[in-house]
């Protein structure tokens, strides 16, 4: 077909991950204007849809990743892909199941079975910057760049033990670190490079 090729994935792998930074920020916006505690249902509802679309738009761009990166080491690559993929997925499921949850009257759970103590949101999304971002080294992607994906890898894993020790606290602010700071910068910045060099 005419435009579909591994190019025109690139680049429009590029453009999610620009499209996941602004999706990501968006989501903190809504979050700190219209979650409430009490409150009406339909803010954590649009949060969580935002926050499910991060992870579709993240699909995108994890496997233009992949083409970056498969040069230097092919299976490690595929395995990144590999958790990439299913921590999106597993996000995706978790969000919708929260907006879903939240249209229930009372709601049914207070967290979403298919992402328990945050295996999704937080581990296996850690575990793929890690592998990417080593990969990531080994390229020619800028030193700050990669630098600033080993920070998320960590704050994500951060995240992670906390939401296992059960400390809100730090999973609340590795949660904004990574929507809000580290990763939308992180992403926009690959996602420009990603379609420079498609």
Do not use: C, H, K
């Not at 630098?147 to 730090?170: H, T």
Request: glycine share 10%; hydrophobic share 60%; proline share 5%.
């Amino acid at each position: 077909m005419l435009g579909v090729d591994d190019r025109s994935f690139a680049r429009f792998g590029g453009l999610a991950a620009i499209l996941l930074a602004l999706t990501s920020w968006a989501a903190v916006l809504a979050y700190a204007a219209l979650v409430q505690p009490g409150g009406r249902p339909l803010g954590p509802q649009i949060f969580q849809f935002l926050y499910a679309l991060v992870a579709f738009w993240a699909l995108f761009a994890i496997v233009a990743v992949y083409y970056r990166t498969r040069s230097v080491g092919e299976a490690w690559a595929f395995f990144a892909t590999l958790v990439g993929v299913a921590a999106s997925v597993g996000t995706m499921v978790a969000a919708m199941y929260e907006v879903a949850n939240l249209r229930q009257n009372p709601p049914l759970a207070a967290a979403s079975p298919a992402n328990p103590l945050g295996i999704m949101t937080f581990a296996l999304t850690g575990l793929w910057f890690l592998v990417a971002n080593l990969l990531l080294w080994r390229t020619r992607t800028p030193r700050v760049l990669v630098l600033l994906g080993f920070v998320a890898a960590a704050d994500l894993v951060a995240g992670f033990v906390a939401g296992l020790s059960e400390n809100g606290g730090v999973v609340y602010l590795a949660a904004l670190i990574a929507g809000a700071i580290g990763g939308p910068i992180y992403w926009l910045w690959l996602g420009r490079l990603l379609r420079r060099d498609a």
